[in-house]
């Protein structure tokens, strides 16, 4: 027993032996074998894609055809329940059963079908279904959007005669009747799903054999390629073995004036390119990341030195003639803008070296936003401008970085009233389950589409023209962007000339999620255009 299991493990060690020298010694197989993958994993991609539109297109076709079918029958069972007298519970169902079996023998394009409806009078419903077991199968959420009165389809498993739950498309609206006292009448269409699940399943085993048989295809061509190139590739394989390994002082060795001569003198050409471009950008890696030591520690300093002598002569301004006190306050104010340039310009430049850093915590940006508004009354109260927030009752928690997203609000709100023109500026808050948004709105002179894919690039000013009177710098918006992508998140705009124009920040409640919508729409619902002879 025991000589049979040894004699087992050694004939195992052989095979797993001879395999690995297979693998190791012949290219072909391993072109051979990388070729299916890299074939079978495009064609399983292309196959998923495929499947997926065909099956969205099919579904598609039945819903739309699903819903014109229930809202004739709607439109015909108004006609019929129109003259139902409510006191009457045996008419009423008499009434109800007649239009269902009406509506079942009208047909439609959508395919088979059942048909249930409800009357409800008072706390009384009287039920009338073609299947008995319709009515307890219905979602109840979709009961309650029929019952407050709104047209719904959904995609659920119900019982068939057989009571087995089959994959169905329901549809599902309210009938207006005129009989007085009658507070609701439903209809529900159940259309079965069997043939679309079947045309479905044929659809996807031909896409699964024609799949297998295209990457086996492409695996024969790739092998038969191979053995023709295989003995010079062999020679080539060392250098570029330790290439893709990073060894990029290694070259390959040109033999000959043929194809694969010309290949690998282009080869170490790249190679020698390659090896240039990544010994400049370490070494204008390392004087970027110098240059933004060395203004932090160099202008620093002076800068702080001219800023207490500024303050100095403006506390003093009131001694000096006129023309010498409004010097002074021009010198405080253009330090000031100096000191948010050179700000602005270290924290560019610690985005351009990867080193800035996302302190994220539970935050709640229902408070952000007020102490945002609360900063810029004064800015908006100098522009005659009006600020309107609009935000939740409940608090909107968040994992962010609280002093970079009052960052971006701050550059926005001070955009909206300095380009607002007067008018008022809306700052609204929503959230989802899974993201929160921030749009500022304004009515000011708006922007140009070519404007709009302009607006967040560096020291770009849609006016040149214009007087700056928050930050100046150019950057802000800039700043914000990359604020936004820190996070996760987007920062959009949209404009139009005339109508103002709307900035969305959206971010994802959880640090490093992921982001598929916005709770709030990046073009207003309702475009406000500026009032008729208001200032631009």
């Excluded at 419903?125 to 299947?131: I, M, R």
């Excluded at 701050?410 to 500026?425: D, S, W």
């Excluded at 922007?447 to 894919?453: P, T």
Aim: glycine letters at 8%.
């Amino acid at each position: 027993m025991r000589d049979g299991q040894r004699r087992a493990r050694r004939g195992l060690r052989r095979f797993a032996a001879r395999a690995v020298h297979t693998w190791r010694s012949s290219l072909q197989i391993r072109i051979g074998a990388i070729t299916m993958i890299v074939a079978g994993t495009v064609v399983v991609i292309v196959s998923l894609v495929l499947f997926s539109q065909i099956r969205d297109q099919l579904l598609r076709v039945k819903r739309q055809a699903a819903i014109d079918q229930a809202q004739n029958g709607v439109l015909y069972a108004q006609s019929q329940v129109a003259g139902i007298a409510t006191g009457d519970a045996a008419s009423v169902r008499t009434a109800l059963d007649r239009t269902v079996t009406q509506l079942l023998n009208r047909g439609g394009a959508a395919g088979d079908f059942d048909v249930a409806m409800v009357y409800r009078t008072g706390s009384r419903e009287t039920p009338a279904e073609s299947s008995r077991f319709i009515l307890g199968a219905l979602p109840a959420d979709m009961r309650a959007d029929v019952d407050n009165g709104g047209q719904s389809w959904k995609y659920h498993l119900m019982p068939d005669r057989d009571r087995e739950l089959q994959p169905s498309l329901l549809i599902g609206a309210p009938v207006v009747a005129d009989s007085p006292g009658a507070e609701q009448i439903e209809l529900y269409y159940v259309f079965p799903l069997v043939q679309e699940e079947e045309s479905l399943f044929l659809i996807r085993s031909t896409v699964i054999i024609s799949g297998v048989a295209l990457t086996l295809f492409v695996v024969g061509i790739g092998v038969m390629v191979t053995r023709l190139v295989v003995d010079p590739v062999r020679r080539a394989a060392g250098t570029a073995q330790q290439l893709a390994e990073g060894q990029l002082e290694q070259r390959m060795t040109v033999r000959g004036e043929d194809d694969l001569a010309r290949l690998a003198t282009s080869f170490n050409a790249m190679a020698d390119s390659l090896q240039r471009q990544i010994t400049q950008l370490e070494g204008l890696s390392q004087l970027q990341q110098r240059f933004t030591s060395d203004v932090s520690h160099e202008l620093r300093t002076p800068l702080t030195t001219v800023q207490m002598a500024a303050d100095v002569l403006h506390e003093a301004r009131g001694d000096f003639p006129p023309h010498v006190a409004r010097s002074a306050e021009l010198l405080r104010a253009e330090l000031d803008r100096f000191e948010s340039l050179l700000t602005d310009l270290l924290e560019i430049s610690r985005y351009d070296a990867g080193a800035a850093v996302l302190d994220s915590e539970p935050s709640d940006l229902g408070a952000i936003v007020a102490r945002v508004a609360a900063g810029m009354y004064s800015l908006a109260e100098r522009h005659d401008c009006e600020l309107v927030v609009n935000r939740p009752d409940e608090d909107v928690i968040a994992e962010v970085d609280a002093r970079r997203v009052e960052r971006i609000l701050r550059n926005l709100v001070g955009n909206a009233v300095e380009h607002g023109a007067g008018h008022p500026v809306e700052i609204t808050l929503a959230a989802n389950k899974t993201a929160a948004a921030v749009t500022v709105r304004d009515l000011g002179v708006g922007l140009s589409s070519a404007e709009a894919q302009h607006v967040f690039d560096r020291f770009w000013r849609a006016d040149p023209s214009r007087v700056r009177t928050v930050g100046g710098s150019g950057l802000g918006l800039s700043i914000s962007l990359e604020d936004a992508r820190l996070h996760g998140g987007w920062l959009q705009v949209w404009g139009q000339p005339g109508a103002g124009a709307q900035f969305r920040l959206t971010l994802p409640l959880v640090a490093g999620g992921d982001l598929t919508g916005s709770p709030l729409p990046l073009r207003p619902t309702l475009l406000r255009p500026r009032p008729p002879g208001a200032p631009s």
